[in-house]
């Protein structure tokens, strides 16, 4: 195990090496990582939170990477921005896999000195999904990295969990309403602040600015967001780097928004908040779910659940029973 | 305490007053009267399923209690069918109000043999706010209602609870697209199954009309739904009783596309096991925040979570320490 003090200081000045072994041990499984990973994320805690926090989301073919590639350069070229890549990806605790392995398919960014990009990690990590991206956020943050980008692939709750942890959700999206949209799960688009349609290059220029007229009017018809802001759609071309300043206009212009009217420190907090109740949450489940015995006797009573055998009250209380008993 | 039998059996001959009894029962907060609850909910538990469960939502103002008037007396007299109104107010936590308290506003309703009114509960109920919702679902089925219908006010979590303890959830909405939506919450408009624009009369009827068809094409653009059904929208007035037989067509038709393409059934079968887990984390958020001495304990860590002092993930461990200790 590296010294606290080292780790945390060459964190703070900007290491990458430290970061990056800062990161894993945030997403290890072993419960001595994660003690030292609190003490960790603690210290860089109060160097934390002056950044611009990004999600992406959209199906896949709709160009994250290599929005975030261009976007990314752009931020930094032209923004004078340090940029980090994080990724939300609940599907690789199944499948073992990966998203944004592939620093490939960023091949600017991803040498940049003012860019710092973390793949997904390959398996799931103690307690949550997201935990650990959460935390990844702190660490950057206290680097010096004052734009996050968090990346997600739309698998099970992802949306919802970088809704959660970032200061601006944008959704990228294809022209052509059609098939395309199949992959977006309902819901998501009302939590979006913003919208890009990507792609608006060549042939596909035209039904671009169509769809943004069509999205626009549509948005028109939403809720008022509790932001205070109006969504906006925008064409861009990441192939291109079209409208990539429009892009940054609209991230920009909600922060400054949302700073004037005292939403972007409120949502901060309730985060935070919200963040301490999941864990709670989490650590809870972690004590049912990952004690075999009891995760067996809630699967079983799952099945007599569903044949309506017992109540889903009474089957709770007898979980909990079981529970206390394996405390004791 | 009644005998269990007795209200049992009352129960299923349908007696309005054995009905009225056991649902008091599962509101109850007295642990005794829930124990027994759960006995009752239990012996209903074979005899219910069998009941078209309609989730209503929309702004105050809106008419729903008008509608839900005219159109269950539609249901009765042109549908033959037995109608049950629930309401899931969290609201009522608080408050210690109740919506629907006003039978007087289901004059006909609220008097007619095939009709069963339920106002929301005076005060919350043990385990949270919508447990009581479900259980009373169950009883009523068990009595023979065969359309159940279950309004929200709309405050806090309620909708979702309400999607999830329902077959189809129906938006109720006004023409004119600007300050009446305001109330209407993001998410929402993505959760309908269908949507009706009410008080759709007078010099409104135009208004409805155009309103009708910015929200079919808005709707065209969002997402598909899980349930293979691209959701309706229909104007209707309430007061007049105008376009309620495309009410329920809206609604029937979505039922027998579902239950065809097996999506009820599913829908059932996951909204049972979701109830289940929920049921767990609320006795388990019971035995956390119900103890004062570790509600106490949390609400200090909170303080200092928002103040950066500690981190959420070690704050969480802390508060489990503390609720093994108070078990032991």
Same mark, same amino acid.
């Given at each position: 195990?590296?010294?606290?003090?080292?780790?945390?200081?060459?964190?703070?000045?900007?290491?990458?090496?430290?970061?990056?072994?800062?990161?894993?041990?945030?997403?290890?499984?072993?419960?001595?990582?994660?003690?030292?990973?609190?003490?960790?994320?603690?210290?860089?805690?109060?160097?934390?939170?002056? $950044?611009?926090?990004?999600?992406?989301?959209?199906?896949?073919?709709?160009?994250?990477?290599?929005?975030?590639?261009?976007?990314?350069?752009?931020?930094?070229?032209?923004?004078?921005?340090?940029?980090?890549?994080?990724?939300?990806?609940?599907?690789?605790?199944?499948?073992?896999?990966?998203?944004?392995?592939?620093?490939?398919?960023?091949?600017?960014?991803?040498? &940049?000195?003012?860019?710092?990009?973390?793949?997904?990690?390959?398996?799931?990590?103690?307690?949550?999904?997201? &935990? &650990?991206?959460?935390?990844?956020?702190?660490?950057?943050?206290?680097?010096?990295?004052?734009?996050?980008?968090?990346?997600?692939?739309?698998?099970?709750? $992802?949306?919802?969990?970088?809704?959660?942890?970032?200061?601006?959700?944008?959704?990228?999206?294809?022209?052509?309403?059609?098939?395309?949209?199949?992959?977006?799960?309902?819901?998501?688009?009302?939590?979006?602040?913003?919208?890009?349609?990507?792609?608006?290059?060549?042939?596909?220029?035209?039904?671009?600015?169509?769809?943004?007229?069509?999205?626009?009017?549509?948005? &028109?018809?939403?809720?008022?967001?509790?932001?205070?802001?109006?969504?906006?759609?925008?064409?861009?071309?990441?192939?291109?780097?079209?409208?990539?300043?429009?892009?940054?206009?609209?991230?920009?212009?909600?922060?400054?928004?949302?700073?004037?009217?005292?939403?972007?420190?409120?949502?901060?907090?309730?985060?935070?908040?919200?963040?301490?109740?999941?864990?709670?949450?989490?650590?809870?489940?972690?004590?049912?779910?990952?004690?075999?015995?009891?995760?067996?006797?809630?699967?079983?009573?799952?099945?007599?659940?569903?044949?309506?055998?017992?109540?889903?009250?009474?089957?709770?209380?007898?979980?909990?029973?079981?529970?206390?008993?394996?405390?004791?």
């Amino acid at each position: 195990m590296p010294n606290l003090k080292d780790l945390v200081n060459g964190i703070l000045s900007g290491n990458f090496t430290a970061l990056s072994k800062g990161i894993t041990l945030c997403e290890s499984k072993k419960l001595e990582d994660r003690k030292f990973a609190n003490e960790l994320v603690k210290a860089c805690l109060p160097h934390s939170g002056n $950044s611009i926090r990004i999600g992406i989301t959209g199906v896949p073919g709709v160009g994250k990477s290599t929005f975030i590639e261009t976007f990314g350069m752009y931020l930094i070229e032209q923004q004078k921005r340090k940029v980090a890549v994080l990724a939300v990806d609940p599907s690789s605790q199944r499948s073992k896999g990966s998203i944004l392995g592939d620093k490939t398919r960023m091949n600017n960014l991803s040498v &940049h000195p003012d860019a710092f990009i973390r793949p997904s990690p390959s398996s799931g990590s103690l307690g949550g999904v997201t &935990h &650990h991206s959460r935390e990844s956020i702190i660490l950057c943050e206290a680097a010096g990295f004052n734009t996050i980008i968090v990346e997600t692939v739309g698998v099970g709750q $992802s949306e919802i969990e970088v809704k959660e942890m970032t200061d601006f959700f944008l959704l990228l999206m294809l022209a052509g309403a059609g098939d395309e949209l199949q992959g977006i799960k309902r819901g998501i688009m009302e939590m979006a602040d913003g919208m890009l349609i990507n792609k608006a290059d060549g042939e596909n220029l035209t039904a671009a600015k169509l769809a943004k007229r069509e999205y626009q009017n549509a948005l &028109h018809l939403f809720p008022a967001a509790e932001s205070g802001s109006t969504p906006k759609v925008e064409i861009c071309s990441a192939l291109n780097a079209f409208n990539l300043e429009k892009a940054w206009n609209m991230i920009d212009d909600f922060i400054q928004l949302t700073t004037d009217n005292n939403y972007f420190e409120a949502q901060r907090k309730s985060q935070l908040n919200a963040w301490f109740k999941k864990s709670i949450q989490e650590r809870l489940n972690l004590a049912l779910f990952g004690n075999k015995r009891i995760n067996n006797f809630i699967n079983n009573l799952e099945t007599q659940v569903i044949q309506k055998q017992v109540s889903p009250t009474e089957a709770a209380n007898l979980v909990y029973e079981e529970f206390k008993k394996s405390l004791l």
